[in-house]
């Protein structure tokens, strides 16, 4: 059998391959935000019929799922106004690469024995590769206020990755099951990203979302299935080793543009885009 840090890899690797594939579909979506919400929020009923399968969380790991849940509505707002203030192709792998890096640090100082000085090395190089992905991407503009304001919200973003991804990370390795958390945290979600979405948007969000199902089921099986993987890969693996390897998704939504959506492969993005396997690769050979 293999060992949990290799399923862990295969595992993560899924995940980031899902990750990439319903970003995609959410980008060609004529309205990004109602489509968030089917995925995000809708879609977390999907979770519903495993519901009867797992415990009940204990009333420490519901403080874990409330974090959590605050922390990723804020994270959605604000990367919300980070691609309003800026380009998917520059926000998106700034708030990607902050992410990792910063989950790694915190491995490397807090969580003894699960991060080496050589693996940061190699996270520095797959995030590097992420951020030079954002250096290829971003088109000179003279508007210099609004590329800083762009620049603040990714960043901001990418805090609260690493900040989601160290509450999830911890509590699914505190739960007696594993799976409990990874149920009942998407279940939990539905009504807070939907009373958000109804609070700021009115009803009509929920008419724009719900004829968009044909497309938003298959891609909400995609998102949570993907996140449900992600989480327990973390209760097998290294935490910042997984977290940073998650964002080998930037490699197959770049292959995703390239092929599905035609979008335009220079070739400092190629650089970059090797510069992330490098990485990944150097992560699972230190």
Known sequence: MAAPDTIATGLILTSALLHASWNAGVKKAPDKFAAMVFISGIGGLLFLPFAPLVPLPTPELWGWIAASLCIHLFYQRILSLALEAGDLTFTYPVARGTGPMLVAVFSYFFLKGEMSLSELGAVGVLV????????????LTADHAQFRTALLYAVLSGCLIASYTVVDGLAVRRAENPFTYVVWSGLAFVPVL???????????????????WKIGLPLSIIA????????????????????????????????????????????????????????AVLLKSV
């Open 128 to 139: 590097g590769g992420i951020f030079a992905t954002a250096g290829a991407s971003r088109k």
């Open 194 to 212: 939907t009373g958000y979405a109804r609070i700021r948007h009115g009803r009509a969000i929920f008419t724009r979302s719900l004829a968009w």
């Open 224 to 279: 949570q299935g993907g996140y449900g993987i992600a989480l327990y890969a973390y209760s097998l693996g290294a935490l910042g080793e997984i977290a940073a390897l998650r964002e080998t998704s930037i490699i197959f939504a770049s292959l995703i543009g390239f092929f599905w959506l035609k979008e335009a492969f220079s070739r400092r993005k190629t650089v970059a885009v090797l510069m992330i396997a490098l990485g």
